[in-house]
Nanobody, 124 residues
Framework: QVHLVESGGGLAKPGGSLRLSCAAS????????VGWFRQAPGKEREGISC????????DIAGSLKGRFTISWDSVNLMAHLQMNSLKEADTAVYYC?????????????????WGQGIQVTVSA
């Protein structure tokens, strides 16, 4: 059974940083992708990043480049989302998801397993 567990959320001040982690287990596949999504109150869920399980393919939404980076820990099977220069607009519930169908490029990933989500609040 696939489990995805997010951690590292919480409260940060504008300009601050948070590092989210997603622990993946039960995938049992040689190649897949893990993505990060977020949903702010009253808004649709948006995809913000993706990384392949070999770390070679990764992407960050254009508007977040320069502030957010994604990395993959192949030993512990964890995806990390480093979020810097946080803004109040980054306040949202952040979800990680696994794509068991992954053609090698993030736009083609099909996510079929989701974590419970974790709250990130950016406020002075």
């Amino acid at each position: 059974q696939v489990h995805l567990v997010e951690s590292g959320g919480g409260l940060a001040k504008p300009g601050g940083s948070l590092r989210l982690s997603c622990a993946a287990s039960g995938l049992g596949l040689a190649y897949y992708a893990v993505g990060w999504f977020r949903q702010a109150p009253g808004k649709e869920r948006e995809g913000i990043s993706c990384i392949s399980s070999d770390g070679d393919s990764h992407d960050i939404a254009g508007s977040l480049k320069g502030r957010f980076t994604i990395s993959w820990d192949s030993v512990n099977l964890m995806a990390h989302l480093q979020m810097n220069s946080l803004k109040e607009a980054d306040t949202a519930v952040y979800y990680c998801a696994a794509a068991t169908y992954f053609p090698g490029a993030c736009p083609g990933a099909e996510y079929d397993h989701w974590g419970q989500g974790i709250q990130v609040t950016v406020s002075a």
